[in-house]
């Protein structure tokens, strides 16, 4: 299969358009159109229906092929013209937005340094596409167990922080006072899903059975503090490490109980990292 091919096949399907498709990608409208046919009789099926334009049931189940066979190409890439390059001055550090722990700010380079702060899922991507020399990422996890990471591509992971979790709840709300809470009696209640902020909703509620959880309203950002005053005005729920909620107005932190559970900090890499992103490999991982 043509990865040319299915490039074309993939911005197609995504803007619903061949007109839209070739201008995204610099080609004519009949180019566009041949690689979708040379590509559809590689495959011995149709993969887009023309008016409209919408992916097949083929095309659908080869969409989900595309995204990690593309990125696997892009990862291999970045990783000759790694090894290929000249040592660089810089870092790019990808990083969830509350996997930036205070070790980690203390330990980046002066000068240098661009910061991107992503979605989790998309900081492997990032260090495997070789648009991030390093990542960092986080999430929920029993102590001392490593963190389910999308299989992107061979990537190296260091551990290299643990830290307590808690719920985040309104000054006024019932529970607010408590010493500490237990996770499976939250079950029920109003939660905020913010994937890419909080601890995701779909984590805990594998840690409890499969059950509860449900949210009462979804956030789709990275601003921690956006999360922090939805809580604070009593819209849902929210986990998160407790570094992440000091002295948020109008909310308390109460402390999680059972089942352990911590908030864990990954350093994410591919290949050998040199110059400014060994040296904070090497701040954040001694010993290794």
Do not use: K
């Amino acid at each position: 299969m043509d990865p040319h091919l299915l490039r074309t096949y993939v911005t197609v399907a995504r803007l619903a358009s061949f007109s839209a498709a070739a201008r995204d990608l610099g080609y004519t409208q009949s180019a566009v159109s041949q690689h979708i046919a040379a590509l559809e009789q590689d495959l011995g099926a149709p993969l887009l229906t023309r008016r409209p334009v919408a992916p097949t049931a083929a095309g659908e189940r080869l969409l989900e092929h595309a995204g990690p066979l593309l990125l696997r190409l892009d990862a291999a890439r970045a990783d000759v013209a790694r090894m290929a390059a000249a040592p660089a001055h810089g870092l790019t550090l990808a990083t969830s937005p509350t996997a930036l722990t205070p070790a980690a700010l203390a330990a980046l380079p002066p000068a240098g340094v661009t910061l991107r702060v992503l979605a989790r899922d998309a900081v492997p991507a990032a260090v495997a596409a070789g648009t991030a020399d390093l990542g960092l990422v986080d999430g929920p996890a029993a102590p001392s167990d490593p963190l389910p990471l999308p299989d992107v591509a061979p990537l190296t992971t260091y551990g290299v922080g643990e830290e307590p979790v808690g719920v985040l709840l309104p000054t006024a709300h019932p529970l607010a006072r408590r010493a500490g809470l237990r996770l499976g009696d939250l079950a029920d209640a109003r939660w905020i899903d913010a994937p890419d902020t909080g601890l995701p909703l779909h984590r805990l509620r594998a840690v409890n059975g499969g059950r509860g959880f449900r949210p009462a309203l979804r956030y789709e950002g990275t601003d921690v503090r956006v999360l922090t005053a939805l809580a604070a005005a009593g819209h849902g729920l929210a986990l998160l490490p407790r570094s992440a909620t000091a002295g948020a107005p109008g909310a308390v932190v109460v402390p999680l109980t059972a089942p352990r559970i911590v908030h864990r900090v990954e350093l994410v890499h591919a290949g050998t990292p040199t110059g400014a992103a060994r040296a904070l490999v090497e701040a954040l991982s001694p010993g290794r």
